[in-house]
């Protein structure tokens, strides 16, 4: 078994680009501050463009201006109905809202005024995404944009976000004496605050990392610019001689695998008797700005695996990937395949992407003129903040994480209760300008790594390379990586793929530890140079289990590990490699 250890390879050469005027920048930056980073440039280009090509079809305007006098006269059907109907007894609704809108779900909102509110809602709704769909000539691209920035716009005007259209708030506002409002105006001062301090969210104090998350027994082993590596205490008297090496993305904070001790993924995978590494990456600052790609794969990856082949010489390591963990994973394996490194006994992805033709609705905030803009932003602060992260991903689920937020804390007066989960997804990291611009360019906008131009030592990687055997685990509702996206693996590389799709969204996914309710999965193997199913066919031929995919990862990693052997020693002092810190180290506590 090789186990290479090359100089330091050249770095990632900057994306092409011509050289941006400093003024240029200063401007690009101060718009970009004022507009949350969204470009009015890339909104106008989709306006234009749908408005353009709706002026010049006529068919597609008369269609829709036949929707909308079919809808008028469901309308005043409906209206008709409402007049005649005995009291108490709803009449049946005109438009059904969509299957996961559960916003008028409530018997309150079938009773006169809210049933001809919400019903004139759902109406507007579908006739804006009548319009914005189907539009002959429209690119794709801003035939998305002009369908989300409508959606957006339209449930700004919900009935169900005002005091004085949701029968729900007037409901409680008349039970309690307005005390709601009371305590909801109480909640939003609080959440001013903590905003213009910089506290995280309320609730969020109750998850102290080291205290009730992340605390499971450890030591970190490896320090660097980059990362710290944390070995796990070992709990079983034997574990399998492989270890377990996992590289989350760098977007999130490591422990979203190591939450509180009931779904800990890193806990569940040590009690199954395995040892675990897991890298966990620095929050970067302005003085990491010029941290890039390469640095991400040698920095992070490489010193992790050199770390624990020293810890556990002479065994190959079954390696991890969660989200753009496991796209840095696949760009790794596939350089250690061209290389002829075959330290690798497998490798895990979860939720990770290595196609980024369809990328889902992230897709609507990188194009040219996005990244452009935050490339200016970023020149001036040297990363990527947080926030703006976190806005973008509020946009694409703004029901979920905004206005229904909104309604029951200030509204209704009902603090959500926070969890583990929640309190971790405050927890937010930033990124460095350099790697984000490159993997924003290169694999994104310009889909390198699956069309075999993506560079690692100088030299482009192909997924095709890959040999290892493969558990791809993609999520049912995932807004981040959709698993249509996450199963165009299985074209990319000929490798045996046992792919797993389970209910769930890009985080609840893969935190589905066993016993908990309401959870499934489908499983299916593709053999090694087996034909390619499609995700439709794959749908129709998985078998369906009930609950937590857990075990069956457990499973498939032992049928790969050889007989159980005694537990190693934490560290190897004598390679390079003493104790260094009590898990869960310092990078993971920096804000």
């Known amino acids: 078994m090789r186990n290479p250890s090359p100089a330091t390879p050249p770095t990632i050469p900057e994306p092409p680009s011509r050289t941006r005027n400093p003024l240029d920048i200063k401007v690009h930056a101060a718009l970009a501050r004022a507009t949350s980073s969204v470009s009015p440039m890339s909104l106008l280009l989709a306006t234009i463009d749908w408005a353009g090509h709706l002026a010049g079809s006529p068919g597609k305007r008369l269609e829709l201006v036949n929707l909308g006098l079919e809808q008028n ?11 005649r109907a005995l009291p108490g007894s709803p009449a049946h609704e005109c438009i059904e809202p969509p299957a996961r809108d559960r916003r008028f779900v409530a018997d309150e909102w079938h009773h006169w005024p809210f049933n001809l509110m919400h019903q004139s809602f759902l109406l507007a709704d579908e006739w804006w995404q009548a319009a914005t769909r189907g539009v002959p000539g429209v690119s794709r691209h801003h035939e998305n944009v002009v369908s989300f920035t409508a959606r957006q716009w339209l449930d700004v005007f919900s009935p169900g976000n005002y005091l004085a259209t949701n029968p729900l708030v007037l409901k409680r506002t008349t039970e309690q004496g307005g005390t709601n409002l009371w305590r909801g105006l109480v909640n939003a001062l609080d959440d001013l605050e903590r905003v213009a301090t910089g506290h995280p969210p309320a609730g969020a104090e109750d998850f102290v990392v080291g205290r009730d998350v992340a605390v499971t027994p450890g030591k970190v082993v490896l320090k660097n610019r980059l990362i710290e590596l944390i070995q796990y205490s070992p709990t ?28 800990s993924l890193v806990k569940y995978l040590v009690d199954q008797g395995h040892t675990v590494f897991c890298i966990s990456w ?4 302005a003085e990491e700005s010029d941290l890039d790609m390469e640095d991400y794969v040698q920095s992070g990856f490489h010193a ?3 770390a624990v082949n020293a810890i556990v010489p002479d065994r190959k390591v079954h390696a991890a990937g969660y989200c753009l963990g496991g796209t840095l994973l696949s760009i790794a394996n596939a350089a250690m395949a061209r290389d002829g490194d075959e330290r690798l006994a497998s490798m895990t992805l979860f939720a990770a992407q290595t196609d980024f033709t369809e990328p889902g609705e992230l897709a609507l905030f990188i194009d040219e003129s996005e990244v452009s803009l935050l490339e200016a932003q970023m020149a001036e602060t040297g990363y990527l903040t947080a926030g703006q992260m976190a806005g973008a991903f509020q946009l694409l689920r703004s029901y979920d994480l905004l206005w229904s937020r909104m309604v029951g804390e200030y509204l209704m007066g009902e603090r959500a209760p926070m969890n583990d989960l929640m309190a971790w997804n405050a927890d937010a990291t930033r990124m460095p300008a350099r790697m984000h611009t490159q993997y924003l360019r290169l694999l994104f906008l310009n889909d390198d790594l699956s069309e ?13 390379d890959i040999d290892t055997p493969i558990f791809c685990v993609g ?14 693996l299985h074209y990319l590389t000929p490798a045996e793929i046992t792919f797993v799709l389970t209910s769930g969204g890009h985080n609840a996914g893969i935190i589905s530890e066993p016993g908990r309710a309401r959870r499934h999965f489908q499983i299916l193997e593709r053999r090694v140079g087996g034909n390619y199913v499609s995700p439709d066919h794959w749908l129709e031929i998985a078998p369906r289990h009930e609950g937590s995919w857990w075990p069956e990862w457990i499973a498939w990693l032992k049928a790969r590990s050889t007989a159980p052997v005694a537990s190693p020693t934490l560290g190897a002092p004598q390679s390079g490699y003493p104790v260094l810190d009590d898990a869960p180290g310092q990078y993971v506590r920096e804000k």
């Open 282 to 285: 620095k929050n970067p600052g």
């Open 452 to 464: 075999g131009r993506y560079p690692v030592g100088g030299k482009p990687v192909a997924l095709s």
């Open 73 to 83: 006269r469901r309308l005043v059907r409906y209206i008709r109905e409402l007049a």
């Open 236 to 263: 079983t008297e034997k574990v399998h001689p492989e270890p377990v090496l996992i590289v989350p993305a760098w977007i999130m904070k490591y422990y979203i695998l190591d939450l509180s001790p009931h779904n």
């Open 475 to 488: 999520t049912v509702t995932d807004h981040v990586a959709p698993w249509r996206s996450v199963h165009k």
């Open 304 to 306: 992790a695996l050199a």
